[in-house]
Every structure is written in structure tokens, then in C-alpha cells.
């Protein structure tokens, strides 16, 4: 009996943990070493990877928090069968019976305190100015869900996300590498952020209607999803109109490859203008989101790599 409740837990684990969904914070945290190395000549194997746990720690102490705060408020309850898919709903190990609300909670306190206590080490150290970036994303990974807070409930999920991703993330880890934060990497960090952001946006479509009902007011229920899908192209936008920034401020032209993904995204945004209220097919344009976050990644390191060579 104990045997089969371990493997029960052990499995709600790591379905909560969702390790695919690391890559969000992968990427920030490659880019920030990438450029580093690329524009400070800087890299520290052991501090990246010390690094890389904290805030896989804090991703899984985050995903705790939304999961019992979602179920509590409904949210996750009113999610329909037929709007369940990879991207959006949650992680619904509560709701499968998988863990039950305390042994979430008790995750979500153990998760983040080992976070912290890596946190202090490479503060006291490593680097002891990125306490207030890491205290800022570590404050922000909680409160995003949690009441009193519920930003994410409030329409400034996307925002948190994009900023804690984006500008915290890829700079911090920028700072723990090379002991200062360059131009280069707040310009990189923008184009991530806008692209995370926009990754949130477009898995929140398949909620809508079980947000609406839970009060979860992000900005697709607040717009509504046809005006979503102009946020949607917005967000893309944005990310694109920075790219030539950051080729600029770090004359490096190998930082335009991003630009490259142009297609991908108007193909993305073609889908959710036409298929916003077809879930089967909108998901396409979920991936599609996804695998443009995944591939700026690719083009920031190729970029930041090389400026090692053009300096």
C-alpha cells in the first residue's frame, strides 16, 4: 500500500514539475550565459548550473501555488474535457487525483525554500548585488497566484510573466556570470520577455471560458478573444521591432536571424484570428508560439557566441 501511494506521489510530482515546460526559463538563462561569455568574455559552469536548480526549483514551487490556488477558486474545475490540451488547464494533478490540495501546498513550501536557501548561497558567494533581481522574481513566482496578491487573477499575469522571464531571468543570470548587467542583455531580455508573455497569452484561449467563470480576469477574458488575438500580434511585434535594437547596440548583424521566424509568427497569428473559438485547431498556433520562443533562443546564442569572434 505505502509502495503504490509513493509511485502516486511520484508521479503527481513530476506531472506538477512538468520538466518539458523548463525550457521558459532554459532559454533566459542560456541567452544571459551566451552573453556573458559572448560580450564579457565570462562563464562559470558551476554557477550556471546552481542557477539553473534555483529557479527550476522556483518554477515548480511556482506551478504548486497556481495549481492549488486554480483548484480552490474553481478555475481548474470548470475546465470542460473538450478544452483540456498540452498547453493550457494547468497541470491538473489535483483534479486527477493524482495529489491532493495539502500535499500540493507542502511541494509549493519545500520547493521554495530550497530555492531561497540557493539563492543566499550565490548571493553571499557569487554575486552579492543580483539579491534584488533574485528576490524581486522570487517574490513575484509567488504572489503571481497567491491571495492576497492573484496578480494573474488581476490582468498582470502576462505582465509578471514576461517580466520575470524577460528582464529578471536573462539578466540575472547575465549578473551571476560577468559581476554587471550590459545594454545588450536588458535589449535580449525584452525580446524574450515579449515572447513568453505571448506564450501565456495564446495557452490562456483554451480557459477562457472556465476563466470567466472563476474570475480569473488575464487579459483574454478581459478583451475577449477575437480583440485577444490583436494582443496576440502586438506582443509579436514588439519583439521583432527590438531585434534590430540589440543587432545595433552590439553591432552584430547575426542577432537579425530572429528575424528569420517572421513567417512562423504571421502563420501563428493567421491561425488565432481565424481559429480562436476552434480549439482543435488554435492549439497549432500554441505550438507555433512555443517553437518561436524555443528557436529566438537559438539565434540570441548563435548571435551572442559569435560576438566573441567579431569583437
Known amino acids: 500500500m505505502l509502495k503504490k501511494d509513493w509511485s502516486r506521489f511520484w508521479k503527481g510530482f513530476w506531472q506538477l514539475a512538468d520538466p518539458k515546460i523548463w525550457i521558459a526559463s532554459t532559454v533566459p538563462m542560456a541567452v544571459g550565459a551566451a552573453l556573458a561569455y559572448g560580450i564579457e568574455g565570462r562563464f562559470s559552469l558551476y554557477w550556471f548550473l546552481w542557477s539553473m536548480i534555483g529557479v527550476y526549483l522556483i518554477e515548480i514551487g511556482k506551478n504548486a501555488i497556481n495549481e492549488f490556488v486554480d483548484y ?4 481548474d474545475r470548470y475546465v470542460t474535457p473538450d478544452k483540456r490540451t498540452p498547453f493550457s488547464g494547468g497541470k491538473k494533478v489535483i483534479v486527477d487525483g493524482l495529489l491532493s490540495v ?5 511541494i509549493a513550501l519545500v520547493t521554495m525554500a530550497l530555492a531561497g536557501f540557493i539563492g543566499v548561497y550565490i548571493v553571499l558567494y557569487r554575486e552579492p548585488s543580483v539579491l534584488w533581481l533574485g528576490a524581486a522574481g522570487f517574490i513575484l513566482s509567488i504572489i503571481y497566484s497567491l491571495p492576497p496578491f492573484k496578480l494573474c487573477y488581476r490582468g498582470l499575469g502576462e505582465i509578471t510573466v ?3 522571464f524577460g528582464p529578471l531571468v536573462l539578466c540575472g543570470t547575465y549578473l551571476v556570470q560577468a559581476h554587471q548587467i550590459s545594454l545588450e542583455a536588458v535589449t535580449a531580455s525584452l525580446i524574450i520577455g515579449f515572447l513568453i508573455a505571448n506564450v501565456l497569452l495564446i495557452n490562456q484561449f483554451p480557459d477562457y471560458e ?8 488575464n487579459w483574454v477574458v478581459r ?8 494582443l496576440y500580434f502586438a506582443l509579436f511585434a514588439a519583439a521583432f521591432v527590438t531585434t534590430p535594437a540589440l543587432a545595433y547596440i552590439s553591432g552584430n548583424p547575426l542577432f537579425l536571424l530572429t528575424l528569420g521566424l517572421y513567417p512562423i509568427a504571421n502563420n501563428a497569428v493567421k491561425i488565432a484570428k481565424t481559429y480562436y473559438n476552434d480549439i482543435p485547431n488554435l492549439i497549432k498556433a500554441n505550438a507555433k508560439t512555443v517553437q518561436i520562443y524555443q528557436l529566438t533562443g537559438v539565434t540570441l546564442i548563435i548571435g551572442a557566441i559569435f560576438n566573441k569572434f567579431l569583437q
Open 72 to 75: 480552490e477558486s474553481g478555475v
Open 102 to 106: 495539502s500535499e500540493v501546498k507542502v
Open 162 to 164: 514576461g517580466l520575470t
Open 210 to 217: 472556465a476563466d470567466l467563470r472563476g474570475n480569473k480576469r
Open 223 to 230: 478583451l475577449g478573444k477575437e480583440r485577444a488575438t490583436f
